[in-house]
């Protein structure tokens, strides 16, 4: 059967594209501009985008499974031609949010339960993905880290934080024998992790000293304005980094369970990138 991976230049897109190629599939990639990705060789790519549906139905010929990233914007028809192309199972990236309490109010899961419930309703079996925050997030201190700092807002807001390779590897695990049908996933990594921790962490990995400096919330909104976020959405990421200082993310053993390996540890995807922070 063949597999298309979406986002496949993504982090975890990758992550789902070597899990499934390390398992024998045959995988097609797929991204907005084919030409542009970096895939092993024999892999074949393809241009997909789900705004435009003129490129869905070569992606989606003779698929039998799909990886799928949230994009709200051109959801039905890519579940118009993923039925018309016979697609089975779908394994939806969504996003924890949207299993809060109060997700109802909140942007983020809003726009990825517009996704789940387009896929939930299809004619063919989903399984959603919802983990909570990701260790690729660290990435985004690299100019700081540069400077031996590390800027944060919440230093002590503990979060389970996920390699990116246990989202892939559940991901192929099910896009491969088609469990978990009908499911949402909460995945997080073995434990909660403060900001504060993983900075130290990172030093240790980077054999240098790395000072923490705590922003301000309106320093952080800034922050995250600067880099293209809607101005809604920060206060919001805000709110949660504030309550997981006094109740931490939730933590479970999803990965454990579909995959039979435990979660990689924040150490081992420090190890892994420090070539990213040189």
Known sequence: MTILVTGASGHVGRAVLDALLAAGQDVRASSRDAAALDVPDGVAKVSADLEDPATLEPAL??????????????????????????????????????LEPQSAQSRIA?????????????????????????????????????????????????????????????????????????????????????FREQAAVLAEVLGRPLRVEELTPEQAAERMTALGWPPEVPPEILRAMERTTREPSVVTDVVREVTGKAPRTFRQWAEEHRADFA
């Not at 779908?90 to 949010?97: E, H, I, K, R, Y």
């Not at 909570?132 to 700081?144: E, H, I, K, Q, V």
């Open 61 to 98: 010929d003779g698929v039998s499974a799909a990886f799928l990233y949230v994009r709200p914007q051109g959801i039905d028809g890519f579940v118009k031609a993923a039925e018309a192309a016979g697609v089975r199972h779908v394994v939806l990236l969504s996003s924890g949010a949207t």
């Open 110 to 194: 809003r726009l990825h339960r517009v996704v789940e419930e387009a896929l939930i309703a299809a004619p063919f079996a989903e399984t959603l993905l919802n983990p909570g925050s990701f260790a690729t997030n660290t990435l985004g201190w690299r100019a700081d880290v540069a400077e031996g700092v590390v800027r944060t807002p919440y230093p002590d807001s503990r979060v389970g934080a996920i390699h990116e390779r246990d989202i892939g590897d559940v991901a192929a695990k099910i896009l491969v024998d088609g469990s978990h049908a009908g499911e949402a996933l909460q995945l997080s990594g073995p434990e909660p992790i403060s």
